[in-house]
Nanobody
């Protein structure tokens, strides 16, 4: 079974950094796309970043330059490094996966994912 679990969230002051982790099992990154999403209170879920099965990386325009996605195939883990945190980054962050993993990044970032993990809360204080 495909399983995903995001962790690493917390309370951080504005300007700080966090690294979120997504522990994955039941599939290979060589076949699936994996992505990060977030949902702030009262707002729709937003695609943040994803890696496709060929290793191509995509970011939402709103996070380019501050967010970095990476993967460690040996650990079956995808990371999201978030720098220069802003209060508007406050949200529950989720990781998700989809097969096949070779679609356009926009497909995945728009929510085109089959499998979703439980989220981790990121709160940025001003």
């Amino acid at each position: 079974d495909v399983q995903l679990q995001a962790y690493g969230g917390g309370l951080v002051q504005a300007g700080g950094s966090l690294r979120l982790s997504c522990a994955a099992s039941g599939f290979s990154f060589d076949d699936y796309a994996v992505g990060w999403f977030r949902q702030a209170p009262g707002k729709e879920r937003e695609g943040v970043s994803c890696i496709d099965s060929d290793g191509r990386i995509y970011y939402a325009d709103s996070v380019k330059g501050r967010f970095t996605i990476s993967s460690d195939n040996a650990k079956n883990t995808v990371y999201l490094q978030i720098n220069s945190l802003k209060p508007e980054d406050t949200a529950v962050y989720y990781c998700a996966a989809h097969w096949p993993g070779y679609y356009a990044g926009s497909y995945y970032l728009s929510g085109g994912m089959d499998y979703w993990g439980e989220g981790t809360q990121v709160t940025v204080s001003s």
